[in-house]
């Protein structure tokens, strides 16, 4: 049985950091891009970023570059993304996905297995 399971959301002041795991089981983890997104209240879910099966090659969204970076380990199945100099807009749930594209991608359609989601919240 597939399992993605985040853990590390909190709260957190403006400026401060955290960093999000998301431990997989139930599937070849290490052929998978694995992609990270997030849904604050009353909008849609919405691309963070993506990390390659290698973990090689990563996608941002231009809002959170140069602040979050998405990493992996494949021997622990475990994907990562470290949230540094968080703004209040970046409160939502924070979801990681599983693609079979090995690449990652922005797109929701592209993620085979999802996470029940972490609450991050950033207080201004």
């Known amino acids: 049985q597939v399992h993605l399971v985040e853990s590390g959301g909190g709260l957190v002041q403006a400026g401060g950091s955290l960093r999000l795991s998301c431990a997989a089981s139930?599937?070849?983890?290490?052929?998978?891009?694995m992609g990270w997104f997030r849904q604050a209240p009353g909008k849609e879910r919405e691309f963070v970023g993506a990390?390659?099966?290698?973990?090689?090659?990563?996608l941002y969204t231009n809002s959170v570059k140069g602040r979050f970076t998405v990493s992996r380990d494949n021997a622990k199945n475990t994907a990562y993304l470290q949230m540094n100099s968080l703004k209040a807009e970046d409160t939502a749930v924070y979801y990681c996905?599983?693609?079979?594209?090995?690449?990652?991608?922005?797109?929701?359609?592209?993620?085979?297995?999802w996470g029940q989601g972490t609450q991050v919240t950033v207080s201004s």
């Open positions: 996905a599983a693609s079979l594209s090995g690449s990652g991608s922005y797109s929701t359609n592209a993620y085979r297995y």
């Open positions: 139930g599937f070849t983890f290490g052929s998978y891009g």
């Open positions: 990390i390659s099966w290698s973990g090689g090659s990563t």
